[in-house]
């Protein structure tokens, strides 16, 4: 197995990692110790006192609130969205592009959906404007919660980490 | 005492244990099922005993199965096989679990094992028989094949007289003597059209293949010169392969082969649980994934009135890792199938997803049936995958299947991504299109048939720390390539007007999508010709990941009457290049003002008629993008600027760039105005938005009003009546009065296949395989 030390990982959660190492990571087996380095670093990129539980995103996280112990998502920028088990986009604002003139902000003549069959969703933070995500559905499909994860049994079972403390 | 002969009983005992192959498969799924490990095979004792003896065998095996697809690579002329690599040898135990496979499409893992299957379960030993010397061929797709032209060649491995294995080669053919021209045409609704079907057919005894089957199937095709060479090229490979058993056999014992050729079964699976245990994380990830069935269009010409309908294919996708690394694929919801060519087979999808996991989740030579048993999958019965109808088309089954795996890229991504595994990060796959195919006389005067497999070289999906790959590759082919023009130029009757990144193609996000590219392409020097469009228009299937945008969609552009004999004899000015700002309409300029042209997004066409010095533009798709395009450096901004890859009024309306231009053209993103312009551009974004819950209440009422296209309606419509439980979650979630409905019925357009459909396992004396929860 490879090993790589903090300042790697910390490049290569900014992107800046040089591509001989990342191109090392791509083809050897897989570093156990990452998620740990990961989060660490991470950490230190966020003005937030919050511990990071789980990387959501570039800009969003499960964190344990510093206030509560509570699991929450939240936005690099403080904002907190919702407990981690609810769809963080259910409490984000939301900007549908389903017009053709919507559609031409962002794409050129023909080259964007018909938005009679697909319109883009995209899910910005409410405080900040960091889009978090971007949908692309048929019109009346339900928003998805398209993540939730076992971070119990990955702490415990598969990392062997000890699982941040939880308040109910 | 008189007895029966097993001659007289129909009783091959191939095996020569007394079983046949049917009891002996059965034993091997019952000693799975009770222990959870690959024919009962809680150890793996040759392995244990003698490490570097299995490893041994492994690499001969492995080795020679490469070796076998690399020489007989070089006997075909069709250059989808010699260019492309759409080729694959599979080695199969005698129960038709895979062994080891080739590289190549390796989706025939899969596909090879069910036709043996099969032939198995329908007492294919007692008759025809199966012997020493036979050759068997499959294409098809009722019985797990992905589309008619991927023909297969079996040949059964003998040792001393007892069945020990198989072994199966594939090739990609030309052309299957479909309605239409190509090897994966649209014009047919149903298997009727979809061309020559081969099932499991026995088509060579000692080592020679039968001339009834040489004479049929070669006229059978419009391009009899390929078919031959592909045949070749998979007897030999089989044949090759074969030997390559003999010899190992002779060297190490039968004792070792056979326990290596089940063993190497279980350790296939219990690796795949290891890598899943290894880079990803345990739960439940949802994800979907859509095409456009653009049917109703009068540029479909089909000879049905049941298929002329716009509809949308749904895949919903519930991935689950479980706690010992199994996962589960659970397809609940999907839409049904369709009378178009896009239906796909249980084993077409679940054997198909290791040709895309083999590039990501199992990078590894151990590719075989181990990873299908370390799998669930749920494909309900009657949906668009696992379809309950005998009628049903196949030949462009790829639509869809590419399109419904996107959604296990951004699952697999979402886990790398949290794990910190970021180099695995994978925005999705580019829609594999468009596909340029037709026929007609070519410019050697012989009837001929032509698939572009250009599409071999579509943008990759962004990554977490770098773009996607421009015009690099194919997710249904490891080995992605585009193809050399002259091979192209050789092989159709079409020259090249240009051939250039295409700009836009790749969707935006802080890493963005591939490019894909764009040729433009002149019919010269044929008669009769004909071609038609197959990709996406009206949807995307690729959506982006973590704020980054989905890829473009798809347009066409042909020309007809273009004058262009006329301008080249005299020099004037013809279409070059690119079609860089598709708005501008630059081809335009340089064809006669009397042309007809078709540029729209009818991406969707059948067989048309085109003369010399006619266009068409064959247009690849993009990868889709990772993060906030905000987050983007000005820097590769400005590179993609100046490389043509972004067209100037898209870096300032999606990336908020600052863009300047200097005398010689050259563009530059100021940082600071930039910076500047991105912090109003955040501003814009929460100005323009509204909460969630609040835009809820207005799409929640547009539902109740049913207010939505007919192809919207008609997918969420098939999607309901194949699965109350999709229905009811729909309705919860929009929190819908319980008398609230969509039926097909209601839409006002053609229904064929709502209420009556026979499965191919009603026929008389069929057993089919069932491999998914339905």
Redesign the interface.
């Given at each position: 197995m490879t090993t790589y030390n903090k300042e790697q990982v910390a490049h290569l959660a900014a992107g800046t990692l040089d591509w001989e190492t990342t191109f090392r990571m791509l083809s050897m087996p897989k570093d156990k110790a990452r998620f740990s380095m990961y989060v660490e670093a991470l950490q230190k990129t966020v003005t937030f006192p919050d511990r990071i539980v789980l990387p959501l995103g570039p800009h969003l996280y499960i964190v344990q609130s510093a206030k509560n112990k509570q699991w929450i998502v939240k936005c690099d920028c403080g904002h907190e969205f919702c407990g981690y088990k609810e769809n963080w986009k259910m409490f984000a604002n939301i900007y549908v592009r389903d017009t053709e003139e919507a559609m031409a902000e962002v794409y050129p003549t023909l080259m964007a959906p018909d938005t009679k069959w697909q319109v883009y969703r995209e899910y910005y933070c409410p405080s900040c404007g960091t889009m978090h995500d971007v949908e692309a559905p048929t019109p009346w499909y339900p928003v998805i919660h398209d993540f939730e994860p076992d971070i119990e049994t990955f702490y415990k079972e598969w990392v062997g980490l000890p699982v941040p403390e939880r308040a109910a | 005492m008189n007895m029966l002969s097993n001659t007289e009983t129909g009783f091959a005992d191939l095996l020569k244990n007394g079983q046949t192959l049917s009891q002996f498969r059965a034993g091997i799924i019952e000693r799975t099922n009770a222990t959870g490990c690959y024919n009962g095979l809680e150890t793996l004792e040759l392995r244990e005993r003698d490490p570097i003896g299995y490893e041994k065998l492994f690499s001969k095996l492995r080795g020679g199965l490469v070796h076998a697809r690399e020489t007989a690579k070089k006997i075909a002329a069709s250059p989808i096989v010699e260019q492309e690599g759409e080729l694959c040898f599979t080695l199969y135990n005698a129960v038709g679990d895979c062994v080891l496979t080739s590289t190549g499409i390796i989706i025939h893992v899969g596909t090879m094992g069910a036709a043996i299957k099969y032939m198995i379960e329908n007492n294919w030993e007692a008759n025809p028989g199966i012997a020493p010397g036979d050759m068997f061929t499959n294409n098809d797709c009722a019985i797990g094949n992905v589309h008619p032209c991927d023909i297969a060649t079996i040949v059964p491995i003998f040792h001393d007289g007892r069945l020990i294995g198989w072994v199966g080669g594939v090739t990609h053919v030309i052309d299957t003597g479909a309605v239409t021209p190509g090897s994966m045409s649209t014009g047919q609704t149903s298997r009727f059209g979809d061309g020559y079907m081969i099932t499991c057919r026995k088509t060579g005894v000692n080592d020679t293949p039968l001339r009834d089957w040489l004479h049929e199937s070669q006229r059978s095709v419009r391009t009899p010169k390929y078919w031959i060479l592909d045949e070749k090229t998979r007897i030999a490979g089989c044949h090759m392969i074969r030997e390559l058993v003999e010899e190992v056999i002779a060297a190490d014992g039968i004792e070792a082969y056979e326990k290596f050729a089940y063993e190497v079964i279980e350790e296939g699976r219990r690796g795949l649980m290891m890598r899943i245990?290894?880079?990803t994380?345990?739960?439940?990830?949802?994800?979907?994934a859509?095409v456009?069935v653009p049917y109703k269009h009068e540029d479909i010409g089909v000879s049905s009135a049941f298929a002329k309908l716009d509809s949308?294919m749904?895949s919903p996708c519930k991935m689950t890792?479980k706690?010992n690394g199994k996962w589960r694929l659970d397809f609940e919801g999907a839409s049904r199938w369709g009378w178009h060519t896009f239906n796909a087979h249980q084993v077409a999808f679940t054997s198909g997803i290791w040709v895309m996991m083999c590039q990501t989740l199992v990078p590894t030579q151990r590719i075989n049936d181990g990873a299908y048993y370390a799998t669930e999958f749920h494909l309900p019965k009657g949906s668009w995958c696992n379809p309950d109808d005998r009628r049903t088309g196949h030949a462009y089954a790829w639509h869809f299947l590419v399109s419904g795996w996107s959604a296990l890229w951004r699952g697999l991504s979402?886990a790398y991504?949290?794990?910190?595994?970021?180099?695995?990060v994978n925005a999705g796959n580019a829609n594999t299109s468009n596909w340029l195919q037709g026929g007609g006389i070519n410019q050697d005067g012989e009837i001929h048939a032509v698939n572009s497999f250009e599409a071999s070289s579509c943008g990759t999906g962004a990554c977490?720390?770098?773009d996607g790959l421009n015009h690099a590759a194919a997710i249904w082919n490891p080995e992605g390539d585009m193809g050399d023009i002259e091979i192209w130029e050789m092989a159709e009757p079409l020259l090249y007007l240009g051939r250039n990144v295409k700009?836009?193609?790749g969707g935006?996000g802080?890493?963005r999508g591939g490019c894909g590219f764009e040729t433009l392409r002149m019919v010269w020097n044929s008669q009769d010709w004909t071609m038609f469009f197959m990709g996406n228009?009206?949807?995307?299937s690729d959506?982006?990941l973590?704020?980054?945008?989905?890829s473009?969609?798809?347009?066409r552009f042909e020309a007809h009457k273009t004058g262009l004999e006329r301008r080249i004899a005299n020099g004037e000015a013809i279409p070059l290049g690119a079609d860089l700002?598709?708005?501008k309409k630059i081809y335009e300029q340089s064809i006669d003002a009397t042309s007809v042209v078709k540029?729209?997004?009818q991406c969707m066409t059948t067989e048309d008629c085109y003369d010399n010095h006619d266009l068409y533009l064959n247009y690849l798709r993009g990868g889709p993008g990772f993060?906030?395009?905000?987050?983007r450096d000005v820097a590769s901004i400005a590179k993609d600027l100046n490389e043509k890859f972004l067209?100037p009024?898209?870096a300032a309306?999606?990336y908020g760039a600052v863009v300047s231009q200097d005398a010689k053209g050259a563009y530059t993103v100021d940082a600071a105005k930039t910076a500047a312009r991105r912090a109003e551009?955040?501003?814009?974004?929460?100005a323009?938005?509204?909460?969630?819950?609040e835009?809820?209440k207005e799409?929640r009422a547009?539902?109740i009003n049913k207010h939505?296209?007919t192809?919207?309606q008609h997918?969420?419509a098939t999607s309901f009546a194949l699965s109350e439980k999709f229905k009811n979650?729909?309705k919860t979630?929009?929190d819908l009065p319980a008398d609230w409905d969509v039926l097909e019925t209601e839409l006002g357009v053609p229904s064929y296949g709502s209420k009556f459909r026979m499965d191919l396992s009603l026929m008389p004396d069929v057993r089919t395989i069932v491999q998914v929860e339905e």
């Open positions: - | 245990k290894d880079m994380i345990p739960g439940v990830y949802r994800k979907v859509f456009d949308i749904h890792i706690e979402q991504f949290s794990r910190g595994y970021l180099e695995e977490a720390v770098k700009a836009n193609s935006y802080k890493y228009g009206y949807m995307n959506w982006g973590m704020g980054g945008y989905p473009a969609t798809g347009y700002d598709p708005a540029r729209d997004k993060g906030d395009p905000l987050d067209l009024e898209f309306k999606v551009f955040r501003k814009e974004r929460i323009r938005s509204v909460p969630t819950r835009w809820m799409e547009r539902i939505a296209s192809p919207v997918m969420f979650e729909f979630f929009w």
